[in-house]
């Protein structure tokens, strides 16, 4: 029998235990304990499911990498056409982390309506286009159908541009182009009928506010490109964490002649902000340790005093340091576990509150996104609670 261990439990199952000056003292230590576990778990799970959906907006829009001419001259739009014929498309044999290639092009135009128009950027899409990623995104009607034998005149636009120009779905958009090297002579645009099947909200406004999907035939034909020619192409991999390794590995394995680069290269301004919300979550982590660990080390020390009678009786009977000490820490041992299970319990409520019913909301010209984002593994939730146990223990047997 652990004589320490069964001490501790009688202590804490007396009356007089329940009833002493350090209850109080104990129920705060308690309370502590569970406010800050609460507090991390929030912490955790707004922060990497902010960075979470941001990444897999940003991907769906742009994939992981993206393969262009050097010469595009940063332009959203694409400048000049590559070969749709290369080693890497459409399988990447050579980066076997490479999930999916698809070729895209983009064009500026204007959607124009009795009482409004809109500038627009059509992003073009062929067959091989994943929309797994862009589904999330659909708010009504359907996807455009790209299988049909000639080029489909259904696009997505976005909710915002829809609001703007009052249309809705099944609504025709007459589009306007500027034609390839027009001259001063005859109308330098060209028009498109196009009919919108379906409108997205992704919560970018750097992309809701500028881009319809479309047929990239389209696109080909307007530009006078051949049928194998396209703007870029998007490469999707399997782990986003590993973006820059396989970054390179993609630049090694592409033609001299193209640029290949991460979305993080592309868009660096964004990822610097969500590199800035780990710096958030470790600080809030260690602030709150902090304050966790100091109320159970005031409630031991209340314990102790509470106790000095019963020390005095041990050490008579022949216990030693160690042993007194031992009943003291069991003791804490259970107060911590206390203020876990309750942090536990509280927040992984509120954090499936907000996963199922979304009750706080963001502003997405700041955020990106229009609800709070949630997102927590087991292996967060493991690491909080053993991580804060041990590291308690340890600074009270110090």
Wanted: glycine share 8%.
């Amino acid at each position: 029998m652990n004589l320490e261990y069964f001490i501790a439990k009688r202590v804490q199952s007396s009356a007089a235990y329940k009833n002493s000056v350090s209850a109080p003292i104990i129920k705060i230590a308690i309370a502590a304990i569970a406010i800050g576990v609460i507090v991390m778990l929030i912490a955790i799970a707004t922060g990497v499911g902010l960075q979470k959906k941001i990444k897999e907006k940003v991907s769906a829009f742009n994939g992981h990498a993206s393969i262009s001419l050097y010469d595009r001259n940063n332009s959203i739009t694409t400048v000049k056409p590559i070969s749709i014929h290369q080693d890497f498309y459409p399988d990447f044999v050579s980066v076997p982390e490479v999930t999916h290639v698809q070729a895209v092009a983009t064009l500026g135009g204007m959607i124009r309506t009795e009482k409004n128009f809109e500038g627009i950027i059509l992003k073009g899409v062929g067959i091989d286009y994943d929309w797994s990623y862009f589904k999330g995104f659909l708010v009504d009607g359907a996807l455009p159908d790209m299988t049909l034998e000639n080029a489909t005149r259904e696009i997505l636009i976005s909710d915002d541009i829809a609001r703007r120009l009052q249309l809705k779905v099944g609504d025709k958009a007459p589009t306007y182009f500027v034609k390839p090297n027009a001259s001063s002579n005859g109308n330098p645009t060209i028009s498109r009928g196009f009919t919108i099947s379906g409108i997205y909200d992704s919560g970018l406004e750097e992309y809701d506010t500028k881009f319809i999907i479309g047929d990239i035939r389209h696109i080909q034909k307007i530009n006078k490109w051949e049928d194998d020619q396209i703007g870029k192409f998007e490469v999707f991999i399997d782990d986003f964490d590993n973006l820059d390794q396989l970054g390179v590995k993609i630049f090694q394995n592409t033609d001299s002649l193209l640029n290949s680069q991460t979305i993080k290269q592309q868009y660096p301004t964004i990822f610097s902000w969500l590199a800035l919300l780990d710096s958030n979550i470790y600080g809030i982590i260690a602030i709150i340790l902090v304050v966790g660990i100091i109320n159970m080390i005031t409630a031991l020390l209340v314990l102790i005093l509470d106790r000095t009678r019963m020390i005095g009786i041990l050490k008579a009977l022949g216990a030693g340091n160690w042993m007194v000490r031992k009943v003291f820490l069991y003791n804490a041992m259970s107060l911590i576990i206390q203020g876990l299970v309750i942090g536990n319990v509280i927040g992984l409520g509120l954090i499936g509150i907000q996963y199922f019913f979304s009750p706080f909301t963001l502003d997405p010209s700041t955020y990106y996104v229009t609800e709070a984002p949630v997102y927590i593994s087991l292996w967060h939730i493991v690491a909080l609670n053993l991580g804060t146990f041990i590291l308690c223990l340890l600074v009270l047997i110090i």
